[in-house]
Every structure is written in C-alpha cells, then in structure tokens.
C-alpha cells in the first residue's frame, strides 16, 4: 500500500513535471498567460507528491515494512529509529529520491518567493527546473525504484552498512546534496537568460544569495564528509583523492570562481560568456559526480553497485552540456562589447587570475580522476594516478589561491596606484615576512611549508589590517568603539565582511591540512600487555583487551594508557565491530584532540583474548584541529554575507545581497 | 594589438606552467595496473616502475609475523603466480582466497615488495546466516574466517 502511494505520486509528479516543460512553450507561442501560470503550478504540485513520495518510503522505513526491497536491504528490525530514517540515503535509490526532493524543495521555494517577480524570465527558469526533475523522477520511476517490491517478504532485513550507521552520515549526504541542487537555481536562471535572451546582470543579481547558499552547502557537506572520514572510517586520513570525493569537491571549484567572477561582472559588466560557462560546468559536475559514483566505472568506496543508473546520468550530462553550450553559441552576438582590463594590477584582474587557477585546479583533478578511463580507451592499459599526483600538483595552485586571497578583497579595481599597493600592502607584507623569519628560526625550514605558513599569514595580516584601517576611520567619523564599528561594518557591507570572515575560515582549514600533511607521523606495533609504544613526545601503554556483546553487534576493544611527556592524557580504547551481518569487522578509532596536534590510535588487530596481544597503529596528526574550526568560521561568515539584516519589516529578499 | 598579445602571451604562460605541473605530478604518480601474467611475460615495459598488480592471494601461501608485521604472500590470476612481500597492516578484508591489489616495485628477485595492500570490498552485504554467532576471540587482519 505504501508502496503503491509512493510509486504513483513519483508516476503523477513525472505526467507534472513533463507538462512543466510544455506549458512555457505554448504559453510563448500562443501569447497565453495561463500556460505561464501552470508552470507554477507544475512546480508546486510536484513539491506535494514528491514529498508525499519520500514520506512514504520514509514511513516504510520506520515501520520496517520489509515487503518493499530498499527497506528489507536497509534496514533491520534492530535499526534504531533515526537510522531507519536515513535510510532514505543509505543507497541508491533512495538518495537519488532524495535528491530530487531536496531539489522540488528549492523549485517550489523559487517558485513562492518570486510568485510576483521576474514575469518573463520565470517560466523559463521553472521549466529549466521542471526538465532537471523530470530527469530525476524518471531515472526514480523506471531505471532505480526505491518502491520495488520483494517476495517472499523477508523476515528481518540486511540492514545499512555499518559504516553509515554514524550521526554525521544524517548531516554528509544532504548537505552535498543540498549544494549540488542549490547550485540547479542560479544554472536555471542563466539558462533562463539565454532563452529570452536578456543577458544583463538581473540573473545573477538574484541569484546571488543562491549560490552563495549553495557553495555554503557544498562547503559543509564536503567538511562533513572529511570529518567523517577521520571519525568513523578509522584510517587516520580524511581525504583520500578518492574518485568520489573528486566528485564532491570538484563542483565546488567553479562554484567558488563563479562566486567572485560574478562581482566582476555586477561591477565592471565584463567576463558574461565565462559567468555563464562557469555556473554551466558546476551544474554539469554535479550530474557527472552522480554519472562517476553510480556507474562504477571507477571503483571506489562510496561507489555503489552498478546498474543502468550511470549510462542514464551519461546521457542527460550530453544532454545537458550540448544543450546550455548550444544555446549559449546562439546567443553569442547578445554576449559581445565587453569592456577589457584596464590594468593587470587591479580587483578584476585578481579575480580574473583567482579564477583561472581554481578552473586550472579543476582541470587536474578532473584529469586525474578519470586518467584510468583515458589510459584505457587510448593506449589499452589501465594507469591510475593516485594521491601523490593530486597533491603534487594542486598544492602550487592552492598556495597561489591563499596568495590571491590576501591580494584580492584589498586591491583597487580597475587600476591600482601605487600608493594604493604601498597603503594596503606594505605592514601585511613586513609582518608576515616577519612570522617567516620567526618560523625559520622555529626550524620550520622546508620550501612548500614555510612559503604556506607565510601566505596564510599574510592573509590574516592583510585582513585583519584592512579591517583595522575601516575600524579607525570609524572611530574617527563617528565616535564608535571598535567592536560597534565592527557590527556597523559588518551590517553595512555584509557581503564584504561576510566573505573576509569566510576567507579565514579558509586560511585555518587550510593551516589544518598543510600540518597534518606536513608534519604527520605514522607508527604501528604489536603490544604484549603492559609494554608501551612511544611515539614522538607521546607514550602509548597497552592495558588489555575487553570484549562486550552490544545491541547489534560483538565489540572488542583494546585499552591504551597514553602519556604526553610523562604526563597522563587517560585511556583510549579503539575498538573493532563485528557485525553479524558483516564479513569482516569494522573499526572504530579513537582520537585525542588538541589545537596543537590529534593522536590517533586504531586497533587493527588482536590475538586470544585471554593472551592480550594487541596490534596498534598511532598516527600524529598536528594542527588538524583547526581544519574543523575553520568550517566554524565559514559557517559564521556565511550567516554574516547572507543574514537579511536590512530587511527589518520588508520581509524577506532573497535578492538584495547588501 | 600589444594588448591582444599580452594577453596570448599570458595565456601561454599560464598552460605552459599547468601543463609542467600535471607532467610533473603524472610522473611521480602514474600507476600502472598490471596481472602476474603480464608481469611474468618479458614484453612489458613496465618491470621496473611503480606497479598495482591485482589478483588473488594463494590459499595456504599466507606466511606472517605478527611481531615485525612483515607478511608473505602470493598473489595470483590464475595463469602466473608472484611472491609478495609486505611490512606494515594489511586492510581488514585482506585474506586468502579473496582478491587484494597489491602496489609497489618488483625485485630483480621476482619478488614483489607492496607497499599497500588493498582488499577488494564485496559491494553487497551477504545476509545473516543462521547459527553463526559472533563471538571473536581473537581477530587478525586476514584471518576473519577463522573466527567461531
């Protein structure tokens, strides 16, 4: 029965979303209003049933109704009730209903808030949202049914992957999820654009706190992935350069460009073709994350099973691609006159370089992440590149990111005078050559840690001292204390504020991953009770082993005394799961962390319970911490760029940006 | 036209310098993926660089010392058979009669010496079977069938 309402409502929603993408086109040739209208329309009443759809399978879940196939394999009569609710994206199926939940969720939420605005570009952007959703419903309807019923119904189910059953696997999933369809909205609003061909600067205006929106989304769902990553998959890493992080994180490298290309356009009317190429190639990326970790074309942890799904998301990705590019070509003679660079010393032409990097970054992750598929089809042997060439060759060109980060926000635009440079420059530039000496001295003396550590010092300098300059010269106008000149600053100028609080968020993360990749170390250790493992300035103590029966499944667990240049820290117990349902055990490691370095301890192995013999693998991992905190950070400086302040009484616009 | 020329000149710095730095990171990192018989034939041209070899660890092959953490192994495709060698942690899934891609150098010897070993993941979760309970007394990575 369950199945049947969600099944159909997914059948019903499709026949909506398919009219959604006829309607605008009546509607233009025959000059009627109400075709224009029922686009809306279409929209809305896919919200309805595909929410009613994902209910359902929600419901089933919770109620463990094993008649239907993706409850008996997701769940098992043991699942506690919250993990029978994520469920929902604990495979295939399920997450792409998700998906196209999420997006009908952002669909009807555009369609609400600009119910009255935009009259000739809104019923291209809904029926851009409407194909996007009949894609989705049809790959749901016939490639991928999450409804598909299974007999005989089975008593118990398999259950989730115990690796999922963890309280950042509710966040990961829809956060990147979040991201990936909230950055459907500014691509459906150029698409739009260059339908009726009025290629101004009204789209990205409005959808400016969109794919803000969507980048914060993105962000998150990749930290929390990373995260966990190092909390839950117990090798001590929280990135891998896994194809399927690739997937996840490459999005966010054009979304990142199109966030400050955009201000150029919105300032200086220049870079129109490259805006509306870049939000096309993030939209793209995200159907080719789906098409990489639904084909396994390339294996992978998150991979799931093949199936049909990934030659469908090949096809659309085509679609997709010939299509905007097509249409983009057409209307080339709308996108001409630019003004150029008035100088290479200015705000464009950072943002310009800024973006020319991220895209260049974007290029060699791509490459790298499908270099087996190339190596295969060209010279029929199968080469893979892993990590190393991702590190070796992103590094240079995040470092010069970190360089433009601190240039960028600070310099004129269109041409900046010297003594603008010598103004804004000059003390972030002494003091952060200072922090290099001091560092140097310090022996911190390799090249690509000491060039890092000082970029990111200039940052925060040139940051903090701009800010500084603006704090003053309020002080000084107005009377105001600093930290009421702040919050004016801030409210004055969200954007700008908002984006120099993000940008620190970035430099902290970026701090957490040049010390851990820097400075890590590794140990590993079979441990007769009572002998100790030292590692660095730590001391790690076996104590022995304990093994407990647990609601869904047998734990062992190794206790570790460990002390901090003879100063006790307590016990760590990493532990293994060993599941019923499971071939082999799952791990669980176990950290301590501090903002000056984590210590990491993993049980790989043991032997007789009763002889205590433990196999331990240690790993160091300095300034990690501030990787997390960073993600803080950008969550504060997102609220602060997007918060509706102004709007006091005005309700709320998603457009004004401030 | 300077313009114009300044900005192709800038371009070319600029794909000069990309195309230096993934030509760099590709020879540092560029894994071949080669089987024990394409390893054991003469004509392959990649004997002395960096390998992943896939196949299937030998059933009764596995020698290991727990307290060096050192393991030996062969690993096979059903036509050739190569000797590994490996230090350090095998993944959990790792063990006899499964498969396992091992990456690192082969020997003058014929002895492959991995540097990482990586366990092919069984995609789908096998069901309960009945009766077997699952009290561990004693769990090394490699061995899990082993277990009551």
């Known amino acids: ?658 | 036209m300077t313009r114009r020329r300044r900005f192709v000149i800038g371009g070319i710095i600029i794909v000069g310098a990309l195309t230096y730095l993934i030509y760099g990171g590709m020879r540092q990192a560029m894994v071949y993926f080669v089987t024990p018989s394409e390893l054991k034939g003469q004509e392959t041209p990649a004997k002395d660089r960096f390998l992943r070899m896939g196949g299937m660890v030998v059933m009764g092959s596995l020698q290991k010392d727990l307290k060096n953490l050192t393991y030996q192994f062969q690993i096979t495709d059903g036509v050739a058979t190569i000797p590994v060698h490996f230090r350090g942690i095998p993944p959990d899934l790792f063990s006899e009669g499964k498969g396992a891609v091992v990456e690192g150098r082969i020997g003058k010897d014929g002895i492959f010496t991995a540097s990482t070993i990586m366990a092919k993941h069984a995609e789908e979760y096998s069901p309960p079977e009945p009766g077997k309970a699952s009290y561990p007394n004693s769990f090394t990575p490699g061995q899990e069938e082993k277990r009551p």
């Not at chain 1, 599941?579 to 370095?597: K, Y």
């Open chain 1, 1 to 658: 029965m369950t199945a049947t309402i969600g099944y159909s409502s997914v059948l019903v929603a499709l026949l909506l979303a398919l009219w959604g993408i006829i309607a605008p086109i009546i509607g233009s040739r025959t000059g009627r209003e109400r075709f224009f209208a029922s686009t809306r329309a279409a929209i809305l009443g896919q919200f309805l049933l595909v929410t009613l759809a994902s209910s359902s399978l929600i419901y089933a879940l919770v109620t463990t109704d094993f008649s239907i196939k993706y409850v008996a394999f997701n769940t098992t009569r043991a699942t506690p009730i919250y993990y029978r609710v994520t469920g929902l994206w604990g495979a295939l199926e399920g997450s792409l209903l998700l998906w196209e939940w999420i997006l009908i969720i952002f669909s009807g939420l555009v369609a609400w808030i600009y119910k009255d605005r935009h009259r000739e570009l809104m019923p291209w952007v809904l029926m851009i949202l409407s194909t996007v959703s009949a894609f989705f419903l049809a790959v749901i309807a016939f490639a991928s049914n999450p409804f598909e019923s299974v007999f005989p119904v089975p008593l118990d189910g398999r259950g989730l992957n115990p690796l999922l059953e963890d309280a950042n696997m509710i966040t990961h999933p829809p956060l990147l999820y979040a991201g990936f369809v909230g950055l459907t909205v500014p691509y459906a609003f150029a698409m739009a654009a260059l339908i009726i061909g009025k290629l101004d600067e009204a789209w990205i205006v409005t959808t400016r706190r969109w794919t803000l929106t969507a980048w914060f989304f993105l962000t998150m769902g990749n930290l929390v992935g990373a995260w966990w990553s190092y909390h839950v998959l117990g090798w001590g890493g929280y990135w891998a350069w896994d194809p399927v992080e690739n997937a996840a994180f490459m999005p966010w490298l054009p979304a990142t460009a199109f966030l400050h290309s955009v201000q150029v356009q919105e300032r200086r009317r220049m870079l129109k073709v490259w805006n509306l190429s870049l939000i096309i190639i993030a939209f793209s990326l995200t159907i080719f994350g789906t098409f990489l970790t639904r084909s396994g074309i390339l294996s992978s942890i998150h991979a799931f099973s093949s199936g049909p799904v990934g030659t469908v998301f090949l096809a659309f990705l085509s679609f997709v691609l010939l299509g905007s590019f097509g249409l983009l070509a057409y209307r080339a003679d709308h996108l001409k006159g630019q003004p150029e660079l008035d100088s290479m010393v200015s705000r464009e032409s950072a943002f310009l370089l800024n973006n020319v990097v991220l895209v260049s970054a974007l290029f060699t992750i791509f490459l790298g992440t499908i270099f087996p598929l190339i190596s295969e089809a060209v010279v029929g042997v199968q080469v893979s590149v892993g990590a190393p060439y991702f590190n070796s060759v992103t590094v240079p060109l995040f470092l010069l990111l970190v360089f433009l980060m601190g240039v960028g926000p600070m310099i004129a635009w269109r041409m900046a005078s010297w003594d603008n440079l010598k103004r804004n420059f000059l003390w972030p530039a002494v003091a952060s050559l200072l922090c290099a000496l001091v560092l140097f001295v310090w022996k911190i003396r390799d090249f690509l840690p000491l060039l890092g550590f000082t970029l990111l010092a200039f940052v925060v300098f040139s940051i903090l001292f701009d800010t500084a300059l603006a704090v003053r010269a309020r002080h000084r106008l107005a009377g105001e204390g600093i930290f009421s000149a702040l919050a004016t600053l801030a409210r004055r100028n969200q954007r700008r504020y908002g984006g120099l609080i993000v940008h620190l968020g970035i430099v902290l993360i970026v701090l957490g991953i040049a010390g851990s990749m820097g400075y890590s170390v590794e140990r590993e250790a079979t441990l007769q009770l009572g002998e100790a493992l030292t590692v660095g300035r730590y001391h790690v103590q076996f104590e022995g082993l304990r093994g407990s029966q647990q609601p869904t499944h047998y734990r062992v667990e190794a206790a570790f005394r460990v002390f901090n240049q003879g100063h006790e820290l307590g016990v760590l117990s990493p532990a293994l799961k060993f599941f019923p349902n499971q071939q082999s055990p799952v791990g669980r490691a176990v950290f301590r962390s501090t903002l000056a370095e984590d210590i990491y301890l993993i049980l790989s192995g043991f032997s007789e319970l009763q002889q205590n013999r433990a196999t331990l693998k240690v790993l160091l991992r300095p300034l990690l911490a501030w990787l997390w905190f960073g993600g803080l950070v950008i969550v504060f400086g997102t609220i602060v760029a997007i918060w509706p302040f102004r709007q006091k009484g005005r309700g709320w616009r998603m457009e004004d940006g401030g």
